[in-house]
T-cell receptor, first 113, second 113 residues
Framework: GDSVTQMEGPVTLSEEAFLTINCTYT??????LFWYVQYPGEGLQLLLK?????DKGSNKGFEATYRKETTSFHLEKGSVQVSDSAVYFC????????????FGSGTQLTVLP | DTAVSQTPKYLVTQMGNDKSIKCEQN?????MYWYKQDSKKFLKIMFS???????INETVPNRFSPKSPDKAHLNLHINSLELGDSAVYFC????????????FGQGTRLTVV
């Protein structure tokens, strides 16, 4: 079946450090890929997405590139801020499938001042 | 205006009780979902409705019964609550099914004592 494997956390960084959260996927078809963020006490918000190979999604300084050859969609940010502290979820969704989003296990990020 | 709203935000109840969680979306989406997030933040889909019809029921105990009176609403009723039902329940909606992003409500934290 379809699955998403995410780098396990928690991840603790100092402000302005470089962030990478690894995400790889297994899918029977050709998925769209997403990163969602969950701030404390809130629901999930879409951070960025990519729908085909080599697409780069970006938002709020975060980037991720859809790599079909390595089945990966790693999240990166050049300089994290305290306000980026949250749980980050990688997810996939197959076009035409009724089975909406399949999520990774989530990665807790804490940024220290 | 909140895009996907669910009530209540917190729900504390005793074992054996019956409770409902309500969800409404004002995005004009035709597909709605319930997800369960456990204590380790793992997200799993429970139900998916498209145009008021159930399209996914993920091996959820039949104590859980979703009801969709119209495309904008998807409620979750839970009978005979058990301790293991304690979790955060998220409602979400999307335009269409697979391949598109979902928009999430703020979650309902259910605690069964």
């Amino acid at each position: 079946g379809d699955s998403v494997t995410q780098m396990e956390g928690p991840v603790t960084l100092s402000e302005e450090a470089f962030l990478t959260i690894n995400c790889t996927y297994t899918a029977t078809g050709y998925p769209s890929l997403f990163w969602y963020v969950q701030y404390p006490g809130e629901g999930l918000q879409l951070l960025l997405k990519a729908t085909k190979a080599d697409d780069k999604g970006s938002n709020k300084g975060f980037e991720a590139t859809y790599r079909k050859e390595t089945t990966s969609f790693h999240l990166e940010k050049g300089s994290v801020q305290v306000s980026d502290s949250a749980v980050y979820f990688c997810a996939l969704s197959l076009t035409g499938s009724a089975r909406q989003l399949t999520f990774g296990s989530g990665t807790q990020l804490t940024v220290l001042p | 205006d909140t895009a996907v709203s669910q009530t209540p935000k917190y729900l504390v109840t005793q074992m054996g009780n019956d409770k409902s969680i309500k969800c409404e979306q004002n995005l004009g989406h035709d597909t709605m979902y319930w997800y369960k997030q456990d204590s380790k933040k793992f997200l799993k889909i429970m139900f998916s409705y498209n145009n008021k019809e159930l399209i996914i029921n993920e091996t959820v105990p039949n104590r859980f019964s979703p009801k969709s009176p119209d495309k904008a609403h998807l409620n979750l009723h839970i009978n005979s609550l058990e301790l293991g039902d304690s979790a955060v329940y998220f409602c979400a909606s999307s335009l269409g099914t697979g391949g598109t992003e979902a928009f999430f409500g703020q979650g309902t934290r259910l605690t069964v004592v």
